[in-house]
Structure formats: C-alpha cells, structure tokens
C-alpha cells in the first residue's frame, strides 16, 4: 500500500488560508490501512479544522466526504457536487490522489493534507515500514524477498558496508540492516551461493530516474 | 608488468608497506593540507585523500591529491560513489589519471545523514565493489560500464576498504572476495583494536588464498585519550574498541593517554608485522599527523624505500 502521514494542522491551516467554503475528502484505501486519510481521519480533521477556524474567528464552511479510491476516475466522479459547492478542497488522499483529483476537476482548488511516504506494509499495529520503490524491475528472487534497493539506506546491491552492526544499520538504530536480512534468509534457504556472484550497476532507466513512468495497455483500452 | 606507482612497487616487491591518511580542509586554501602532508614526507610511502569524510564537504580530494603530488608526495586518491552517478565517477576517473595519480580506493562512503549536509540526495549509483569492477574495465579493456570505447586507457592501482569488524561475520570474507575479484589489488582495513577479530578475519582470507591474490594493510588509528576511545567505541559507524582496550587507556595516568595509545598502536604495528598475509599498514592518525613519524619509527618501519622516478 501507499503509506502516508497527515500533515502537521498548522501547515494544513496555512494551506487552505482564506477558504470559505472547505471539502475534506479522504480515500478509503491505502491511506485508510495506514490511519492517515480514511472516512475515520476526515472526520478527525474536519473537527479539528472546525475547532482551528472557530478560536480564530473565521466563518468557513467545512464539509466531509470520502472515496474508495481517490486515484480511479468512475469515484472521482461522486463527489462533483461537494466539488461545485467548494472554494477550496482538501485531499487526504496520498499524492496520487490529490492529483487525480486535479486531473478530473481542472477549475478547482486542491491542497494536499498528507505526506505521502512510501510503498510499504503494516508489520504490525501502528507500524508501517517501507518495503518498495517501484524500480520497475523485481529482482527481489535474488536475495531472499528482501530488497537492497529500498531497505538498504545505501541501496548496495553487492552485500553490506562496514556500518552492519548486531543487525541493524549504521544510519539508526531502528533502522534493520537488509543486509543481515538478506544473508540470513539465504542462509535458511541455503542460498549464500548467491552472496558471492557480482551484481552489476542498476539500470535506473527503468525507474522515476528514467522518466515520469506510463504504463499502456493496448488490451484494457477502451 | 612494471608498477604504475610507488605504492604498487613496493608492495609487489615484499616490502611492509605503510600509508597513512589526510583529510583535506574544510576551505579552498591548501595550505593546512599541505602541512600535514609534509609531516608525512618520507614516513609514508602513500598518503590517502580522504573523499568528504563522514558526509562533511572538504576540499574535494582530486584537488587534494594533485596538491599533495605537487610536494612529491604520492596520493592514495579516495574515490565514494554517495556524490556522484557511473557518469561523474568514470570521468573523475579519466581525470585521475590523466593528473597522474594511479592509486585510487574505491569507497561506497558514509551515509549523508553524518556529515553536515543530512538534507542531500544520496546518490549510491554504484556501490564500492560495481566501481573497482568499473575502473578496473576502464583500465584492462579500455571501455567505460555500457561497453563504450575509450579514446585512451587510463593507469590505476585500485584499492578497497575492507572492516573485519562488522557484520555479518559470515559475509566479511565473502564481501573481501567479492572487491578483490572486482579488482581490487589493495586492501586497507577498518581501524584495529579486535585483536581477535582481526585474526579470525584474516585466517579466514588466507584460507580462501585471498592474501595471495591482493596486499592487506591493516588500519591503526592511535587513540588520544580515553574520551577518543570511548567516542570511537559508542559514536563512530563500523568501530570496535573493546572494552581491554579502553580499560587499558584508563589505566594510563592522565597526562600520559596519548603516550599509552601511541604504545598501543606501535604494539599493534608489531603484531601485525608478524601476522602472516598483512603487507604493511594504513595510518590513520586522525588530526594527529605529527606522530606517524614517531609512530612508525617506534616499529622499526623508518626509514621508508627510495621513491623510484
């Protein structure tokens, strides 16, 4: 999933500064798994907005609404009304979203209320980690399904630098260090073989380093 | 084949080599840099430039090994790829050589979250072990990654930093192969206090005929004081101190610290001297320069060989 954080309220108040009539709307997917910006988390804002606006003193509509997916156009649609009636409408979707949003509605506001972070997972209540930068090119069977592209802060492909220590990284110690992820799922796999052959410089060309990516699909076109 | 540089010549001929270490200032004048290079004249066969260190901008080290040259000393120029994409690094590569400098390191760097530019892109294009592979292509075939063609070859003898203290254990002997087939012709390990450690690391290497294959200098880093040692201990990526040896520092009355590290260090020279499969060492007396010589001399290592023309 696309795992984001909700932006701090002051810089959400200073993004919708002058609005008179405010659409929050949230997306039910991704961000909901990770508690960012689901129907539960417009709501929260929205009374926290509401709350903000009234000790200031500033008269602003604020209205709610959520979609199953803020980044597929057939649900952008059920919210043209809450759009229309709006001066300014804060996404709580992910930076897809908030784009998508723009994309189907060109005459409106859009400001962003998350800090969209990474691909990643829920390991466990209240913990997401990032698991994936979308390289455009899965290598994850050569080293025990854990990837050195993204959990490695030094995206080495060749093993781990001097700075491994007692499995964890030399950036943090909250960070895992892959590398000692890697050699120890190869070594229950009985694959340490793989350790030892040269991995060549990454093609980034398949990456965002290449180009803004598109994807076609002569066969899904309507 | 003749050797491309004094470095090379010395240690292709048996002799225990040393090196040691020069970081480069944080400003364009040289002249700090110079004077702690002049201090190694003569006591080091070759002198690192050091690549902007933990992450902290310093006169680039390119810039740094040419003014080292100037004074007839032979650089060690160190090369990370956390600056710099395959483009930079094979045309600062192609530059290297064509200034005249032959050693170069081959370094993956600290992580850009140390130094004093925590918000920069880390590049990592290449990590330590795809650049060695990456000069040595330049250097024996005479083409750059992609397969392109080079107007002329460029002279290098390529090192790599090898810590024998980190983990994995398992793979620290697999990740030392790995450099040396990649290219790596020298080898200057990680700071040594893990007497033990060491030991089983590089047993391990001479067992895989890896001391045959690339020379070993083993790093020394004479400690100051104990607060150095403790700060070593706790705060520097990729470190072992153990606990002996900061007991043993503690045990040194207070104004005799730097005397009892600078003892420290020349036992350690010592001990390595009469290792099998370590050709020299790598001094890294970090704003301590003036001691290498004193250091170096305490083990019998001065005076050095003749630089040859």
């Known amino acids: ?222 | 084949m003749t050797p491309v540089s004094n470095l090379a010549r010395i240690l292709s001929e048996g002799q225990f080599a040393v090196t040691a270490e020069c970081g480069p200032p944080q400003g364009a004048d040289p002249t700090p840099l110079k004077e702690k290079g002049s201090l190694l004249k003569g006591a080091a066969d070759a002198v690192n430039l050091t690549d902007n260190q933990t992450a902290v901008v310093r006169l680039s080290s390119l810039a740094s090994a040419v003014a080292l040259k100037d004074l007839g000393l032979e650089p060690v120029l160190q090369v990370v790829t956390r600056d710099r994409n395959r483009i930079a690094l094979q045309s600062d590569l192609l530059g290297a050589s064509s200034l005249g400098l032959r050693n170069v390191l081959c370094l993956t760097g600290d992580h850009q979250s140390f130094g004093n530019q925590a918000g920069a892109m880390g590049v990592f294009d290449l990590d330590s072990i795809q650049l060695l592979h990456t000069a040595r292509t330049m250097r024996d075939q005479g083409r750059l990654i992609d397969g392109t063609e080079l107007s002329s070859r460029p002279f290098f003898f390529l090192g790599a930093a090898a810590n024998p203290f980190a983990d994995p254990l398992g793979f620290r002997v697999i990740r030392l192969a790995k450099k040396i087939d990649a290219g790596a012709e020298f080898i200057q390990t990680q700071c040594i206090y893990n007497r033990e450690r060491f030991e089983a690391w590089l047993k391990q290497a001479r067992e895989e005929g890896l001391t045959e294959r690339a020379f070993i200098l083993g790093g020394i880093t004479p400690l100051k004081s104990v607060r150095m040692a403790e700060y070593m201990a706790s705060k520097v990526a990729g470190m072992d101190v153990p606990e002996e040896v900061i007991r043993r520092m503690k045990g040194a009355p207070a104004k005799g610290q730097g005397a009892e590290g600078i003892r420290l260090a020349v036992e350690t020279i010592e001990w390595l001297k009469s290792l099998g499969g370590v050709a020299g060492v790598h001094l890294m007396a970090i704003g301590w320069e003036e001691k290498v010589p004193e250091i170096l001399e305490a083990a019998g290592l001065l005076p050095r060989p003749a630089q040859a023309d």
């Not at chain 1, 009539?21 to 991704?30: E, K, P, Q, S």
């Not at chain 1, 129907?39 to 199953?68: H, I, P």
């Not at chain 1, 209240?126 to 490695?152: H, I, M, N, Q």
């Not at chain 1, 073989?193 to 994807?215: K, Y």
């Open chain 1, 1 to 222: 999933m696309i795992v984001a954080e909700r932006k701090p309220l002051a810089e959400i108040l200073e993004l919708v500064a002058g609005a008179k009539r405010l659409l929050v709307v949230g997306c039910d997917t991704c961000v909901a798994e990770c508690a960012a910006g689901g129907r539960k988390e417009v709501a929260e804002t929205a009374a926290l907005l509401r709350m903000a606006f009234e000790q200031a003193g500033s008269e602003v509509e604020v209205r709610e609404a959520s979609l199953d997916r803020q980044c597929v156009n057939q649900f952008l649609a059920q919210v043209g009304e809450d759009v229309a009636w709006a001066d300014t409408v804060l996404s709580l979707g992910c930076g897809a979203g908030v784009q998508a949003l723009a994309r189907f509605y060109p005459d409106q506001v859009f400001v962003p209320a998350l800090n969209t972070q990474f691909i990643g997972t829920t390991v466990e209540a209240g913990v997401w980690a990032e698991d994936c930068s979308g390289c455009g090119d899965c290598k994850l069977a050569y080293f025990g399904a854990v990837c050195p592209l993204t959990r490695c802060s030094k995206r080495l492909l060749n093993g781990p630098c001097g700075g491994s220590r007692n499995g964890k990284c030399e950036v943090s110690p909250d960070v895992d260090c892959a590398w000692q992820l890697i050699y120890d799922r190869l070594a229950a796999l009985n694959q340490l073989d793989r350790l030892r052959a040269f991995v060549a410089p990454n093609d980034w060309s398949t990456s965002h380093s290449g180009r803004p990516r598109t994807i076609i699909r002569e066969d899904r076109r309507v």
